[in-house]
């Protein structure tokens, strides 16, 4: 992707990627605009939703159109870090240790079942996302750039898992619902699957990605839209300062710093996405309920009364204004 593509040569890119996935998963729109946000904010995705919805179909499709690597790891109590970041192992024959490095060196990782891992497998995960590296045996190995793992839950399913603990689940980007397709998405669904199958073709490289992440953070921010960020994740800690006490008594804790510059960064991308090189305020508070619901500790009370996080999070958006749309010159300017 050449850096000095315009606004809409970027968005016509991302149609045509979003087209080839398509060929091959049904439906899932919703999902698949967050896939593309938490790639091109260089972020990470934790998906929550009952088996056989497609989610790694999507990111195999996904890894085919970028013509990156992919690889799928099912999380099982019995897993040990060195499954996941590799090892050293003896090599007999010429009598020293060689590395073998692990599977989530790939750019595009499927954590299936994370928490189906007791803690320290999640844990060496997370450092990965993170550090974007593993350091094995005082020797450091960078992963692939660009680099997304997209870990998933069965909501369903309480036996034999370790919930993530709240400063794990902080990392993720967004935590994003993934539901039943409807009845004519699953009559498509039927038809294809047992049809010819579709071959998604290459429309990308890694490379071209990583220059689309580039131009990612030059997407401009308006200072209002970074102060209305600031706002609402401030609503989630003191509910009363904004204006929101009967709030307060269903929070036991609201969301880090990292939650406000993943609203930023989130927004940039989905601007993106959208054909424009600046950010407005539906930006911000179409992934608001994705980046702040796992971020939500919520009081005894709060789950007595049968109040998610995602209401809370739309208390709070419709609490606090959003700021004007930019006018129309600014935004020629910004773009």
Same mark, same amino acid.
């Given at each position: ?37 938490? #790639? ?5 995705? #934790? ?100 680099? #997304? ?14 919930? #993530? ?171």
């Amino acid at each position: 992707m050449n850096p000095q593509y315009t606004a809409a040569d970027t968005a016509a890119w991302m149609e045509q990627l979003l087209y080839e996935v398509k060929r091959v998963v049904v439906g899932q729109d919703r999902f698949l605009e967050r896939v593309m946000v938490a #790639l091109l904010a260089q972020g990470h995705l #934790l998906v929550e939703g009952v088996p056989g919805l497609a989610k790694t179909l999507t990111i195999k499709t996904l890894a085919q159109t970028l013509q990156g690597s992919f690889r799928r790891i099912q999380f099982t109590p019995d897993l040990v870090p060195a499954d996941l970041v590799g090892t050293r192992i003896w090599n007999q024959k010429s009598g020293d240790f060689s590395t073998v490095l692990g599977p989530v060196f790939a750019n595009l990782l499927l954590a299936d079942e994370i928490n189906r891992a007791p803690a320290k497998v999640q844990s060496a995960l997370l450092e990965v996302m993170q550090e974007r590296q593993v350091t094995i045996a005082g020797e450091t190995h960078r992963v692939p750039s660009p680099f #997304l793992v997209m870990a998933t839950q069965n909501p369903i399913e309480t036996e034999g898992t370790y919930p #993530l603990p709240e400063a794990q689940v902080d990392r993720f980007l967004m935590k994003v619902l993934v539901d039943y397709p409807s009845d004519e998405e699953e009559l498509a669904i039927v038809m294809r699957v047992t049809g010819p199958p579709a071959t998604p073709q290459a429309v990308a490289t890694t490379d071209q990605l990583a220059a689309l992440q580039a131009q990612c953070r030059d997407v401009y921010v308006d200072p209002a839209l970074m102060q209305y960020a600031v706002r609402l994740v401030s609503a989630t800690r003191r509910p009363a300062q904004a204006g929101l006490k009967d709030l307060e008594p269903l929070l036991n804790a609201g969301a880090s710093p990292r939650a406000t510059i993943g609203l930023v960064e989130g927004a940039r991308a989905l601007a993106l996405l959208r054909g424009r090189r600046y950010c407005l305020p539906d930006d911000l508070t179409d992934l608001a309920p994705d980046v702040l619901r796992h971020r939500l500790i919520l009081s005894y009370q709060a789950l007595a009364d049968g109040r998610s996080a995602d209401d809370l999070v739309t208390r709070i958006l419709a609490h606090i204004p959003a700021p004007p749309r930019p006018l129309e010159h600014d935004s020629t300017l910004a773009a």
